[in-house]
């Protein structure tokens, strides 16, 4: 369950990149998340919104939201209004429009840093786009779903920092005195 400053930080996240990116259905806005969240935790330690997100076929998805998309709940209610129409491939797309206005108080500089990059770096992008985009090898979807063949498994975000990162803070974890004294 989500915290209600994380619970803000989502539905205005959500408002952010609705509002500043084209063809922003479920998939891609799940994608935009995933981005936001994993590349925050990579520079901090914390994600943004506090979703967990789950290695499914199409990608990373946040499981607590899924089924928001489709009749909202306590997190999307009133913040947003999800429409469906047939593509021109036959699939069916939800178009998803903010019901409220951006409020950018509950980010930091950082966190708004993140936002606005990557609604300008995926602002003409579609779905299968982003898909495509998460899906790349030395990723977190792709180290669970392909490598470790865990589908439908939780993407634990310490994935999202680099191997050498990792080996080097368990290096200065070992590699400290204190540490050493207490714990040899």
Not at 1 to 7: A, E, F, G, Q
Not at 126 to 138: P, S
Not at 165 to 171: F, G, N, T, V
Request: net charge negative; proline share 4%; aromatic share 12%.
């Amino acid at each position: 369950m989500l915290v209600h400053r994380s619970k803000e930080k989502l539905r205005n996240a959500i408002i952010y990149f609705v509002q500043n990116t084209k063809y922003c259905g479920k998939t891609k806005l799940f994608k935009l998340l995933y981005f936001l969240d994993f590349e925050h935790f990579s520079q901090t330690g914390r994600s943004v919104t506090g979703l967990e997100y789950f290695a499914w076929p199409k990608g990373p998805v946040p499981v607590e939201i899924f089924d928001e998309v489709e009749s909202p709940g306590p997190i999307l209610e009133g913040v947003v209004e999800v429409t469906k129409r047939t593509a021109y491939n036959g699939n069916v797309i939800n178009d998803i429009a903010p019901l409220q206005g951006f409020s950018g108080e509950h980010f930091s500089k950082r966190e708004m840093k993140l936002l606005v990059g990557l609604s300008k770096e995926y602002a003409n992008s579609y779905a299968d786009d982003m898909v495509e985009a998460t899906h790349l090898e030395n990723l977190p979807w792709h180290q669970i779903y392909e490598v470790e063949g865990q589908k439908q498994h939780l993407i634990p975000y310490e994935l999202a920092l680099k191997k050498s990162e990792y080996d080097q803070a368990l290096k200065n974890i070992i590699d400290d005195k204190e540490f050493k004294e207490n714990y040899s």
